[in-house]
């Protein structure tokens, strides 16, 4: 992808600027995440011609100056000191139109470089719409570099943004700094007596932000906006998710039977039948509820309400010892934590990105959803509150919410331990609110279900494989040779329910059994494999069944009391632990990546497992 004599464009700007919708303008499906060589920060990088020259552009992080207060603002800027092997061969400089002066101090520094740049006025829609106009024939002039204006998210200017790169042999013949002590006020006074010629308030009108920010920001009103779309999402997941997860059992259910039409009945057919398709089926059957949260959350994203939710959080994240820039990576590990803990290189204070690295994890991410609406749909009835708020919706609500007070919790706790050297602050921009782009939310969709189910899949075949073998074969202690389950179905006599009992007394106390144990132990792996596990351990029991394990379970009795195994205080009390305990080994493996250090991994490790059990315990003996 890309030739080797391909010349370099860095796209920079202030964050929130439109640069990533102008990235995706310009590379289309181009693309690629790769680090930086010799450091942890991602780079994005993409490719596209203009008229048979080949490029390569580089995003780099949003940033307000060269005065990098962030690792991944640290690397970035290396890249423009002489020498560096992707040192740009042109600039392309993303300047938020409705913000000129704000935006032009980084500008005016990369300038000073005198490397190729060509300046984007983006957003210039809004820009027009608050009265501000801005004398683009002049600026160039001023400048002596082209000047293009776009509309990154309708793809305006994107053709007029080629032609200039390829054509750009433009420095800027301004000098705006001096590099003396009196470098940042010189600099900002060249500006205005730039802005002075090009810019003009025509009228001053109210934008939509301006107007609805008010109430999506109170102190009260803004969290229960919140709240209710919060509510509204998780309402979603099972309401619109309902008939399409039908179908998908319904095609499983299909594909099963087929399979045992067609195959002969020996430890093949009950390999792939009863382990590989079982294990599967238990997790894209879940793929509709992992997309609906993938889309909601894409929507609060591209709309810039997220950066709301941001600000309104962070007063309460202070008073718990976290950064004010903790939020993003605490937002994004409700989709997973490891993206999430990768974005806390954001975080200066190399504390509170330990304590935020920490509690992260215990945000419910989307490999919980699985987990969290077989339990629900098991011993939650599907009743109604005021004949609008299903009960499965409000419970799925409750487990995201424990998640979240979990992590502030744990965060309050570190901050008692892990002492703070000096007070952080927080200070972000707030986007203007923008109509979503669907196309790029469809993109998003996608690309997260299928990493979902491609990622947890490669774990999930390997762990059913093994777990059939487990389940299928146990001892034979008469000849010494292995006795086949599936011809006696007693899958008490397998390996899997011998090694499940060992570890029962441990369990019990939560009101697990052995067949929730194996389920704890194999989903160590990755949290979505417990649904794998017991579709397996169900399915070894009775072939004529694949799919329909939430039957199964509901209608599964105590042998020795003829209770329901999987009463509501054992469904609250399992939820309970996976909302709390560490059952991922990518997630430790990236806070190791990350620290450097087997200690913090280690401390995370055993600290939710405790916190997981205790609480698990606590469920238990209150509801049993």
Same mark, same amino acid.
């Given at each position: 992808?890309?030739?080797?004599?391909?010349?370099?464009?860095?796209?920079?700007?202030?964050?929130?600027?439109?640069?990533?919708?102008?990235?995706?303008?310009?590379?289309?499906?181009?693309?690629?995440?790769?680090?930086?060589?010799?450091?942890?920060?991602?780079?994005?990088?993409?490719?596209?011609?203009?008229?048979?020259?080949?490029?390569?552009?580089?995003?780099?992080?949003?940033?307000?100056?060269?005065?990098?207060?962030?690792?991944?603002?640290?690397?970035?800027?290396?890249?423009?000191?002489?020498?560096?092997?992707?040192?740009?061969?042109?600039?392309?400089?993303?300047?938020?139109?409705?913000?000129?002066?704000?935006?032009?101090?980084?500008?005016?520094?990369?300038?000073?470089?005198?490397?190729?740049?060509?300046?984007?006025?983006?957003?210039?829609?809004?820009?027009?719409?608050?009265?501000?106009?801005?004398?683009?024939?002049?600026?160039?002039?001023?400048?002596?570099?082209?000047?293009?204006?776009?509309?990154?998210?309708?793809?305006?200017?994107?053709?007029?943004?080629?032609?200039?790169?390829?054509?750009?042999?433009?420095?800027?013949?301004?000098?705006?700094?001096?590099?003396?002590?009196? *470098?940042?006020?010189?600099?900002?006074?060249?500006?205005?007596?730039?802005?002075?010629?090009?810019?003009?308030?025509?009228?001053?009108?109210?934008?939509?932000?301006?107007?609805? *920010?008010?109430?999506?920001?109170?102190?009260?009103?803004?969290?229960?906006?919140?709240?209710?779309?919060?509510?509204?999402?998780?309402?979603?997941?099972?309401?619109?998710?309902?008939?399409? +997860?039908?179908?998908?059992?319904?095609?499983?259910?299909?594909?099963?039977?087929?399979?045992?039409?067609?195959?002969?009945?020996?430890?093949?057919?009950?390999?792939?039948?009863?382990?590989?398709?079982?294990?599967?089926?238990?997790?894209?059957?879940?793929?509709?509820?992992?997309?609906?949260?993938?889309?909601?959350?894409?929507?609060?994203?591209?709309?810039?309400?997220?950066?709301?939710?941001?600000?309104?959080?962070?007063?309460?994240?202070?008073?718990?010892?976290?950064?004010?820039?903790?939020?993003?990576?605490?937002?994004?590990?409700?989709?997973?934590?490891?993206?999430?803990?990768?974005?806390?290189?954001?975080?200066?204070?190399?504390?509170?990105?330990?304590?935020?690295?920490?509690?992260?994890?215990?945000?419910?991410?989307?490999?919980?959803?699985?987990?969290?609406?077989?339990?629900?749909?098991?011993?939650?009835? *599907?009743?109604?509150?005021?004949?609008?708020?299903?009960?499965?919706?409000?419970?799925?609500?409750?487990?995201?919410?424990?998640?979240?007070?979990?992590?502030?919790?744990?965060?309050?706790?570190?901050?008692?331990?892990?002492?703070?050297?000096?007070?952080?602050?927080?200070?972000?921009?707030?986007?203007?609110?923008?109509?979503?782009?669907?196309?790029?939310?469809?993109?998003?969709?996608?690309?997260?279900?299928?990493?979902?189910?491609?990622?947890?899949?490669?774990?999930?075949?390997?762990?059913?494989?093994?777990?059939?073998?487990?389940?299928?074969?146990?001892?034979?202690?008469?000849?010494?040779?292995?006795?086949?389950?599936?011809?006696?179905?007693?899958?008490?006599?397998?390996?899997?329910?011998?090694?499940?009992?060992?570890?029962?007394?441990?369990?019990?106390?939560?009101?697990?059994?052995?067949?929730?144990?194996?389920?704890?132990?194999?989903?160590?792996?990755?949290?979505?494999?417990?649904?794998?596990?017991?579709?397996?351990?169900?399915?070894?029991?009775?072939?004529?069944?694949?799919?329909?394990?939430?039957?199964?379970? +509901?209608?599964?009795?105590?042998?020795?009391?003829?209770?329901?195994?999987?009463?509501?205080?054992?469904?609250?009390?399992?939820?309970?632990?996976?909302?709390?305990? +560490?059952?991922?080994?990518?997630?430790?493996?990236?806070?190791?990546?990350?620290?450097?250090?087997?200690?913090?991994?280690?401390?995370?490790?055993?600290?939710?497992?405790?916190?997981?059990?205790?609480?698990?315990?606590?469920?238990?003996?209150?509801?049993?």
């Amino acid at each position: 992808m890309g030739s080797k004599s391909a010349k370099i464009v860095a796209l920079c700007g202030n964050p929130n600027c439109g640069k990533s919708s102008l990235f995706n303008d310009l590379t289309g499906l181009k693309q690629k995440i790769s680090n930086i060589p010799g450091t942890t920060i991602e780079q994005k990088t993409g490719f596209f011609s203009i008229d048979g020259s080949e490029y390569e552009l580089i995003d780099t992080p949003g940033t307000y100056s060269f005065h990098a207060k962030s690792k991944d603002e640290e690397v970035a800027l290396e890249l423009f000191t002489e020498g560096h092997p992707k040192r740009p061969d042109v600039i392309v400089y993303v300047a938020d139109a409705h913000n000129l002066k704000r935006n032009l101090f980084y500008f005016s520094q990369l300038a000073d470089l005198k490397i190729p740049m060509v300046l984007v006025l983006n957003m210039i829609d809004v820009s027009e719409a608050s009265g501000i106009e801005i004398d683009v024939t002049r600026l160039q002039e001023e400048l002596g570099i082209p000047v293009i204006k776009t509309n990154a998210r309708r793809g305006i200017g994107i053709q007029e943004l080629k032609q200039a790169i390829n054509g750009s042999e433009f420095v800027s013949h301004l000098q705006f700094g001096d590099n003396s002590g009196d *470098d940042i006020a010189l600099r900002y006074q060249r500006l205005n007596v730039l802005i002075g010629k090009v810019q003009t308030q025509k009228t001053k009108r109210q934008l939509f932000t301006e107007r609805i *920010d008010p109430i999506f920001t109170h102190p009260l009103w803004g969290y229960l906006i919140f709240l209710s779309f919060l509510l509204i999402i998780f309402q979603s997941v099972f309401w619109l998710a309902e008939y399409p +997860m039908q179908a998908i059992e319904f095609g499983f259910d299909k594909l099963g039977a087929f399979l045992l039409d067609v195959m002969p009945a020996n430890w093949f057919r009950s390999l792939i039948v009863n382990g590989i398709v079982a294990g599967l089926a238990g997790v894209v059957v879940f793929i509709p509820q992992i997309a609906i949260l993938f889309f909601f959350m894409g929507l609060l994203e591209d709309t810039g309400y997220m950066a709301r939710v941001s600000f309104i959080m962070d007063k309460i994240l202070r008073g718990l010892g976290l950064s004010g820039k903790s939020i993003v990576p605490l937002i994004s590990g409700v989709a997973c934590a490891i993206p999430a803990i990768m974005a806390t290189r954001n975080i200066e204070n190399w504390k509170d990105r330990i304590i935020t690295i920490l509690v992260t994890p215990l945000m419910s991410c989307s490999a919980r959803l699985p987990v969290y609406t077989l339990l629900i749909s098991v011993a939650v009835p *599907d009743t109604y509150l005021l004949g609008i708020f299903g009960l499965k919706g409000i419970v799925l609500l409750i487990m995201y919410v424990i998640g979240t007070v979990g992590s502030l919790i744990a965060a309050l706790v570190f901050k008692w331990i892990i002492k703070q050297t000096h007070v952080n602050y927080f200070i972000m921009e707030l986007p203007i609110y923008h109509p979503p782009r669907w196309k790029n939310i469809g993109t998003q969709v996608i690309q997260k279900s299928k990493s979902f189910v491609t990622e947890a899949g490669k774990i999930i075949l390997i762990v059913s494989v093994v777990l059939w073998f487990l389940a299928s074969y146990g001892p034979n202690t008469e000849n010494e040779k292995l006795l086949s389950v599936t011809e006696t179905n007693e899958i008490e006599n397998s390996y899997a329910a011998k090694f499940g009992k060992s570890i029962e007394p441990v369990i019990k106390p939560l009101g697990f059994n052995w067949k929730i144990g194996i389920a704890l132990l194999t989903s160590f792996a990755a949290r979505e494999v417990f649904v794998g596990t017991m579709s397996t351990i169900y399915s070894i029991e009775d072939e004529n069944d694949l799919v329909n394990i939430r039957k199964k379970m +509901m209608t599964e009795k105590d042998p020795d009391t003829g209770k329901p195994v999987y009463s509501l205080a054992v469904v609250m009390s399992l939820m309970i632990f996976y909302a709390f305990a +560490m059952q991922c080994i990518s997630t430790l493996a990236v806070v190791y990546k990350e620290t450097k250090s087997l200690k913090w991994p280690l401390i995370q490790l055993a600290y939710m497992t405790t916190l997981a059990y205790v609480a698990s315990f606590i469920v238990f003996q209150l509801m049993r």
